[in-house]
Antibody, heavy 120, light 107 residues
Framework: QVQLVQSGAEVKKPGSSVKVSCKASGGSFSSYTLSWVRQAPGQGLEWLGRIIPMFGTTDYAPKFQGRVRLTADESTSTGYMELTSPRSDDTGVYYC?????????????WGQGTLVTVSS | DIQMTQSPSSLSASVGDRVTITCQASQDIRNDLNWYQQKPGKAPKLLIYDASNLKTGVPSRFSGGGSGTDFTFTISNLQPEDIATYYCQQYQNLPVTFGGGTKVESK
């Protein structure tokens, strides 16, 4: 079955950068899209952007354009989310989520989440 | 961005109750709406896609309806395992946006 396994928790200082990975197994990585969603402590869900691994094309939420970079390595079925110059309000759990063919934004499989803490 | 307004933000209900959550979009999104369930410390789980289609394996007590700007999500016979937070999500326009969530608690 499909699984998305994310890298472990990170603690970062403001102004550094953080990179989270999401390794897919059990499906055809290149056939789907990979979105990233974050959740601040006690808050709701926020979409950061998505990548189509087969083409490397990306779309970003305007709020994160220029601060978030999504990449994917088809050879290892792994997606990456890099957040540059994080601030304290970027603290939260970051999820990768798979979009199905024809339903790119209906997220049927999710990673377990990666807690990113930004603190000086 | 399309704003998704969910109500109520929380509710208390008993086992066996019928629970209804509403979601209103700031503009017409046709039926490009999903519903997710999230339990504490867990990733969200897709329950309904395209406003009213039940994902395979999801119990039939969950249902969704609506189109355009007004949508509903119903649990017809609340079970203990349904205690969670529920989110609507539109995908008609990028960026994808979520409602603020409805926390369903046990009365």
């Amino acid at each position: 079955q499909v699984q998305l396994v994310q890298s472990g928790a990170e603690v970062k200082k403001p102004g550094s950068s953080v990179k989270v990975s999401c390794k897919a197994s059990g499906g055809s990585f290149s056939s789907y899209t990979l979105s990233w969603v974050r959740q601040a402590p006690g808050q709701g869900l926020e979409w950061l952007g998505r990548i189509i691994p087969m083409f490397g094309t990306t779309d970003y939420a305007p709020k994160f354009q220029g601060r978030v970079r999504l990449t994917a390595d088809e050879s290892t079925s792994t997606g990456y989310m890099e957040l540059t110059s994080p601030r304290s309000d970027d603290t939260g759990v970051y999820y990768c989520a798979r979009g199905n063919s024809g339903y790119e934004f209906s997220f049927d499989y999710w990673g377990q989440g990666t807690l990113v803490t930004v603190s000086s | 961005d399309i704003q998704m307004t969910q109500s109520p933000s929380s509710l208390s209900a008993s086992v066996g109750d019928r629970v209804t959550i509403t979601c209103q979009a700031s503009q017409d999104i046709r039926n490009d709406l999903n519903w997710y369930q999230q339990k504490p410390g867990k990733a969200p789980k897709l329950l309904i896609y395209d406003a009213s289609n039940l994902k395979t394996g999801v119990p039939s007590r969950f249902s969704g309806g609506g189109s355009g700007t007004d949508f509903t999500f119903t649990i017809s016979n609340l079970q203990p395992e349904d205690i969670a937070t529920y989110y609507c999500q539109q995908y008609q326009n990028l960026p994808v946006t979520f409602g603020g969530g409805t926390k369903v608690e046990s009365k």
